[in-house]
């Protein structure tokens, strides 16, 4: 397991236990890394106008097309870290 698997590891398990719950913007942000390091690039067909919540997170998703899988675990490790510390913007 690289350095990057491993942050990303206990960064999924440090995202359980942050001090509070973050806001939507910063959710959407979380699961299209997420998303991206493990499933790569966006895959299946969008959800309809109906379902707003699957949109958002389709498209969150899509902005992140192209980025490398290493990349968006490192990415992720940085906001849950910037979440914990109280950082984030």
């Keep these: 397991m690289s350095d990057v698997?491993?942050?990303?590891?206990?960064?999924l398990e440090d995202v359980k236990q942050l001090p509070e719950r973050p806001g939507n913007l910063?959710?959407?942000?979380?699961y299209a890394l997420f998303k991206q390091a493990t499933d790569g690039d966006v895959h299946g067909d969008k959800p309809g106008f109906t379902d707003i919540v699957g949109k958002y997170?389709?498209?969150a998703w899509a902005a992140l097309q192209g980025t490398a899988p290493d990349t968006a675990k490192q990415?992720?490790?940085?906001?849950?870290?910037?979440l914990r510390n109280g950082?984030?913007?």
């Design 75 to 82: 990415q992720y490790v940085e906001l849950v870290e910037s």
């Design 87 to 89: 950082t984030a913007a």
């Design 5 to 11: 698997d491993g942050l990303f590891a206990k960064a």
């Design 57 to 59: 997170k389709y498209n």
């Design 26 to 30: 910063t959710l959407l942000r979380l």
